[in-house]
């Protein structure tokens, strides 16, 4: 993980960069925001600790800038105020800063802004990953819920929706019929393992072409092949 600091007091970026460092983070510091915006497109940071007093230019402007950079706005920022620059604060968040850190900070208490602030922006990009799967013939669209074979839709019930995004995340492994029974249907006791049987044959039947894709492993369940 990539840090900039942008910071023109050298001693305060010294601390922050050597703790960062501890932490297993990867740092450079800019001691001016001119320098500071040109960094941010030459590092692409996963994050930047801003300092809201620059000599240059004001470190709101900077952060106006980056949030209004195509390439720079989803790098999250986090900025160091000064005692009574509230205003400046809020004009921070506004403009799209994540959070804020009052100086003078404990490097403890930096860290952990820091962290919960990269935490955060990195729960985002996987939620959209799973939006589409796709495999060979098969296309499954999470968010619409829609699954097509060969760019023609075919009708799932959510539990074989359900059962076919399973095996498609687990391609290449075989799944137990508990397993199955477990993951997708969840624990009812009612059920036996010949319920997913039936499933896996309707399902196969629905995929047409791509229904050979899941295969059975004799005695032990079913597995959806490694490549198509
Ligand atoms: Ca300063």
Same mark, same amino acid.
């Given at each position: 993980m990539?840090?900039?600091?942008?910071?023109d007091? =050298?001693d305060?970026?010294?601390?922050?960069?050597?703790?960062?460092k501890?932490?297993h983070?990867?740092?450079r510091?800019?001691?001016n925001g001119?320098?500071?915006?040109l960094e941010?497109? =030459?590092?692409?940071?996963h994050?930047?600790v801003?300092?809201?007093?620059?000599?240059?230019?004001?470190?709101?402007?900077v952060?106006?800038q980056?949030k209004?950079h195509?390439?720079l706005k989803a790098i999250?920022i986090?900025?160091l105020?000064a005692k009574?620059?509230e205003t400046?604060?809020?004009v921070g968040?506004?403009?799209?800063?994540?959070?804020?850190v009052?100086?003078?900070f404990?490097? =403890?208490?930096?860290l952990?802004?820091?962290?919960?602030i990269l935490?955060?922006s990195e729960?985002?990009?996987k939620?959209k990953e799973?939006?589409?799967l796709?495999?060979g013939?098969?296309r499954?669209?999470?968010?619409?819920?829609e699954?097509?074979v060969?760019g023609?839709f075919?009708?799932?019930t959510?539990?074989?929706?359900k059962?076919?995004?399973?095996?498609?995340?687990?391609?290449?492994?075989v799944?137990?019929?508990?397993?199955?029974?477990?993951?997708?249907w969840?624990h009812?006791a009612?059920l036996?393992?010949?319920?997913v049987d039936t499933?896996?044959?309707?399902?196969?039947?629905k995929?047409?072409?791509?229904g050979?894709?899941?295969?059975?492993?004799?005695?032990?369940g079913?597995?959806?092949?490694?490549r198509a």
């Open positions: 990539k840090v900039l600091i942008i910071e007091e =050298r305060i970026a010294e601390l922050i960069s050597y703790n960062l501890e932490a983070f990867e740092t510091s800019c001691h001119r320098e500071g915006l941010a497109q =030459r590092y692409q940071p994050l930047i801003l300092d809201l007093m620059l000599p240059d230019m004001n470190g709101l402007e952060c106006r980056i209004s195509h390439k999250p986090l900025m105020t009574g620059e400046d604060r809020i968040l506004e403009l799209g800063a994540d959070d804020y009052t100086k003078p404990s490097p =403890r208490e930096l952990l802004r820091i962290q919960a935490r955060r729960a985002k990009p939620a799973k939006e589409i796709e495999f013939l098969l499954l669209d999470e968010e619409r819920f699954a097509s060969e023609k075919i009708e799932l959510a539990l074989e929706f059962l076919l995004k399973y095996l498609l995340n687990n391609k290449g492994r799944a137990s019929r508990e397993a199955l029974l477990e993951k997708v969840g009812q009612y036996n393992t010949r319920t499933h896996i044959k309707r399902l196969r039947a995929l047409g072409p791509a050979s894709y899941i295969e059975t492993i004799r005695g032990m079913y597995r959806m092949i490694e």
